[in-house]
């Protein structure tokens, strides 16, 4: 596939036969660096033109902050809330959904993710590659379908974006004492008849947390143990960037290509001790757990867009991939209860995994676009995409018995088994997607309208070595979809308007979902069966939005959302006992026999045992989603205050779901997102400050065997900013300055029986806690 894309991209190479006057056109377009690095000025969320609600934030609304990544970034929009780790923004959940429910476009086009959710990591991105984010609430019949919850298109610098280049260097020290550097640079200009940027970083990136784990019987019940851990995420990306910008027959021809390493090693270290005991007499485990990731994503890409056909057509060619290559080992002793002094052990035993996932997709589209006399314009176009996943993940274990003193002491780790494929852990996935799409759009006046249709066909072959049944290994799917949208804004005075907007998405199921692998002991005791036939999710919405300008550059917004999600995709009990309930039916079976108890009488008491199931997942109920969303940008100019500027977002955020056992949210869907914060300019002095706050609702996710309450604390970050000179600005910036916390409530239980009736196999509280970091960042334009 990937000779395929560069083999297309090539073939477009001749057509660049651009005119030196098209050049410069193309320069006129760029800005100067010193606007964009050296600004000055306090820069707000733009006031978008089109007729669905979009939301657009330049990366100046960001840089003061200095975020590392585009989830740092994220952090700052409305809507947008995490479930990371505290310091970590991977899995944006536009809304508090789940991160398959939120699109994720780099530069409009699909970003392919390691998440078996199809979600991707925004902390992949840097945030030195932005132009902008665009947070898409509702869709259109122009992009695809996949995004339930909305959109979040990062879009990045291109060859029109500078004039001029700049230099970043900068040092970010941790809590623990430790620095980590960062450095990048990116320039734009004119190369030969078109314009070309280019931009490279290397950021260093560390995460020393620590976290606690208290273990109980049950809630109010006997401590059974705790938990000690420390985990370091230590780590550099590296990026390179290239966009090339020339007019090309007509049209405007752009070629640009990026690559983005991630090299982190994790390493977590715990100790439990029983009864919270922490003295070594009382230690129950030492764990070991190191993670080695090295990640490569990249994407190559073609837009020719002109002038044809009566119209203006638009061709686009892609490729983008990701490549996740994991190591991991688990090493644990866990000590006898015989009272006898540490460190007399039990049993030492060691797991090693490697798993490596190339998830790619070949994308093609052509759109054109025409005006039907002096009313509407009409817009079609047809858009392909053929991904390719393919999952390896195989295991090798070693197990050693310790007996205790005086007996001699075995050598450690032992032997090892030869490595195999987990069950689901070696399987491809095919995937082809052909959607055509119309769509009329116009304006009157204060009127500016779109309506659309999109029909989406997807062709699925999902193969599986590792399923039970050989007949099963290989299985196919299919379905279709048609996805009508329509938008409305009208603008009710120069400064006011509303907006309205009704759209059908999707939400294709998750790849764990698909295996017809048999994964024993998946959810407690139950073992889980994928389905290869599950259908995807779909949702009708309502978008209704008001906005009003304040003053030049200032706005406020609110707006109330509304989703109907149909066809949920949850697990269910198929009736078939698990494999650990048939083993223990079966020992119990032939302990009764023994006993002398007749066969039916021993079948009798044996089917006590049978509580565990085999579950899969499958198209069951509907579910809404709800919530109004709340935004101001605006300098104080209107009182005075010209070089103050304000922000302030704050979403608040329901739904509503029937499951297994009773209504609840969406899972792990946060209760509120708040974001509130200051900037004060001083022109006087060239020197500026600021703030922000930001406050994450809890949230509540149930699966069978398990659920969660998860609580944040607030987060506070400042800014100190001197400009010196027009070339050079300096700034000191610290983030997680409150010791940012993460609080999870852990209820536990072993069937589904146990569950509804609330016999707990384990209750626990966990919270882990990082601290402040700071990051002194030095720019410099050229």
Do not use: C
């Amino acid at each position: 596939m990937k000779k395929s894309a560069l083999f297309a991209l090539t073939a477009l190479a001749p057509l660049v036969l651009a005119t030196q006057a098209g050049a410069q056109d193309l320069a006129a377009a760029a800005v100067s660096v010193e606007e964009l690095v050296v600004t000055g000025e306090i820069v707000f969320r733009n006031r978008t033109e089109e007729a669905a609600p979009v939301l657009s934030y330049d990366l100046e609304y960001f840089q003061r902050f200095e975020p590392l990544t585009a989830g740092d970034a994220m952090k700052r929009v409305p809507s947008v809330s995490f479930l990371s780790d505290v310091l970590e923004s991977d899995g944006a959940r536009l809304r508090g959904l789940d991160p398959g429910y939120t699109q994720i476009l780099i530069n409009g086009e699909r970003a392919p993710g390691a998440g078996v959710d199809r979600s991707f990591f925004v902390d992949r991105i840097p945030a030195e590659l932005i132009e902008r984010i665009e947070v898409v609430r509702s869709a259109s019949a122009n992009r695809s379908g996949d995004a339930v919850a909305g959109a979040l298109n990062i879009v990045l610098r291109d060859a029109l974006t500078i004039n001029g280049g700049y230099l970043r260097a900068g040092a970010i020290r941790l809590n623990d004492g430790k620095y980590k550097g960062t450095f990048g640079g990116v320039w734009g200009g004119e190369v030969g008849p078109g314009r070309l940027l280019v931009g490279a970083s290397v950021q260093g990136r560390r995460n020393p947390k620590e976290k606690f784990s208290a273990r109980y019987d049950e809630p109010g019940g006997e401590l059974d143990n705790t938990e000690i851990q420390t985990d370091v995420r230590d780590g550099t990306d590296y990026s390179v960037n290239a966009d090339y910008t020339v007019d090309v027959v007509g049209g405007q021809l752009d070629l640009s290509g990026l690559f983005v390493r991630t090299d982190r090693l994790q390493a977590e270290r715990s100790t439990e001790y029983a009864g919270g005991v922490e003295q070594p007499s009382a230690i129950q485990t030492l764990n070991v757990n190191d993670l080695d990731i090295l990640t490569d994503n990249y994407a190559f890409s073609g837009r020719w867009k002109g002038a044809a056909f009566g119209g203006e057509s638009t061709l686009k060619l892609g490729y983008a991939a990701i490549d996740d290559d994991q190591f991991e080992f688990e090493d644990e002793t866990t000590y006898d209860d015989d009272d006898l002094a540490y460190p007399e052990d039990d049993v030492f035993e060691s797991k090693r995994t490697q798993s490596n996932i190339k998830d790619a997709e070949l994308s093609a589209s052509f759109q054109h676009k025409i005006a039907l006399g002096a009313g509407p314009a009409l817009t079609f176009g047809v858009q392909y995409i053929g991904k390719d996943r393919e999952t390896k993940i195989f295991e090798s274990e070693a197990e050693v018995e310790i007996d205790d003193a005086p007996a001699p002491r075995p050598a450690l780790p032992g032997d090892y088994s030869d490595y195999e494929a987990i069950a689901g852990g070696l399987n491809k996935i095919e995937e082809t997607r052909i959607d055509p799409f119309v769509m009329l759009s116009g304006d009157a006046g204060a009127l500016k309208w779109e309506a659309g249709l999109r029909y989406e066909t997807t062709d699925v072959k999902i193969t599986d070595e590792t399923a039970d049944d050989a007949d099963q290994r290989i299985s196919e799917n299919d379905y279709r979809i048609l996805l009508p949208s329509a938008h409305l804004r009208y603008a009710l005075t120069e400064a006011d308007r509303v907006s309205v907007s009704v759209a059908r998405t999707v939400r294709r199921p998750n790849f764990n979902y698909l295996s017809p692998a048999l994964l024993e002991g998946e959810f407690g005791d139950n073992d889980f069966l994928g389905n290869p036939n599950l259908k995807p999710e779909t949702a009708w919405g309502i978008d209704v939005g008001f906005e009003h300008r304040i003053g030049r550059r200032g706005v406020f917004g609110v707006n109330a959302f509304y989703r109907k999600v149909s066809d949920l995709q949850e697990l269910v009990n198929t009736g078939d006992v698990s494999d650990e309930a048939e083993g223990n039916y079966e020992d119990a079976y032939e302990e009764a026999i023994d006993d002398g108890a007749t066969p039916a009488q021993a079948a009798e008491i044996a089917s006590e045992e049978l509580t565990s199931f085999v579950l899969t997942a499958q198209n069951v109920g509907d579910g809404k989603v709800y919530g109004v969303e709340f935004d101001l940008s605006t300098p104080l100019d209107f009182i005075g205050f010209e070089n103050t500027g304000v922000f302030l977002n704050y979403s608040w955020l329901d739904s509503d779901i029937t499951d297994a056992f009773s209504g609840r949210r969406f899972n792990d869907q946060a209760k509120y997102v708040l974001n509130a914060g200051f900037i004060q300019d001083l022109p006087q002095w060239g020197a500026a400050f600021g703030a922000t706050y930001r406050k994450q609702g809890g949230a509540y996710g149930r699966m069978i065997g398990e659920e969660v309450t998860t609580t944040y604390g607030a987060d506070l970050e400042v800014f100190v900013e001197k400009r010196l000179g027009e070339k050079f600005v300096v700034r000191l910036t610290g983030s997680n300055l409150l010791n940012g916390k993460k609080r999870e409530t852990f209820n536990k239980f072993n069937t589904i029986d146990d569950q509804i009736s609330r016999d707990f196999d384990e209750y626990e509280l966990e919270r882990e806690e990082a601290g402040p970091v700071f990051q002194l960042v030095a720019r410099m334009t050229f």
